[in-house]
């Protein structure tokens, strides 16, 4: 992958990162807790309004896409894919290993009339590596590249922000530039080698997009 697809947005997360360092250690000395700086950061003080709502109502976004894929005559499809598409299947956390994935992407619940209700991709190529605070995640390949960070968030899970490069591009917008093209979700393990990202109400086609993420090697 071309250094400039993740360099831009890259360095604006670095950049926002940097001012909440400094705002912690500003809010330290007026003699409030102190912010921890040195691990990793806080996602709540990255994402955007809009992002935090929809982590907030993952299930609800998840569950109601099922429902309609369902209804639509994808009921077999849904069984097929067993704990990938099934809300409650998170197991105990591992952390994904740095490397190139084979992702696949699975589009449930229409957004608009004329949407797909249920559409499973191909398999692409996907990147994960290990940036100084955190972890770094890149579609590779295909139309619609979510492109961004992997922050903590609990015992279970991780905060996936990022934004979306589409066709051709090759430089990502800033995250919180364009709301269209923002992307936030949730990483967690489903399998013994088996992640999936989850993207409550992505801008473009569905309602819940989950991502399939299997180690190549």
């Not at 209804?71 to 894919?81: I, L, Q, S």
């Not at 299947?89 to 591992?94: E, L, Q, R, S, T």
């Not at 740095?98 to 949407?115: E, L, S, T």
């Not at 093209?181 to 990483?187: E, M, N, Q, T, Y």
């Amino acid at each position: 992958m071309p250094a400039a697809k993740e360099v831009s947005l890259k360095l604006t997360l670095l950049s926002i990162l940097s001012a909440v360092a400094l705002s912690a250690c500003a809010s330290h000395q007026r003699g409030e807790p102190r912010q921890s700086v040195a691990g990793q950061p806080d996602w709540r003080q990255i994402a955007t309004d809009e992002d935090r709502k929809r982590l907030r109502e993952w299930r609800t976004a998840w569950t109601t896409a099922l429902k309609k894929a369902q209804v639509a005559g994808h009921g077999a499809a849904v069984a097929r894919e067993g704990a990938l598409l099934n809300p409650d299947a998170a197991i105990a956390w591992g952390e994904p290993p740095a490397g190139d994935y084979r992702c696949r992407v699975i589009k449930i619940g229409g957004k608009k009339p004329g949407n797909l209700d249920y559409v499973a991709y191909p398999a692409f190529t996907c990147r994960i590596r290990p940036e100084i605070r955190f972890l770094s995640f890149a579609k590779l390949t295909g139309s619609q590249r979510p492109v961004g960070h992997l922050l903590p968030h609990s015992p279970q899970r991780m905060v996936f922000l990022g934004t979306l490069q589409l066709g051709d591009e090759t430089r990502s917008l800033e995250y919180g530039h364009d709301r269209d093209r923002d992307v936030a979700g949730f990483l967690e393990r489903f399998g013994e080698r088996s992640w999936r990202l989850i993207l409550p109400y992505p801008a473009f086609e569905s309602k819940t997009d989950i991502i399939e993420l299997i180690p190549k090697s």
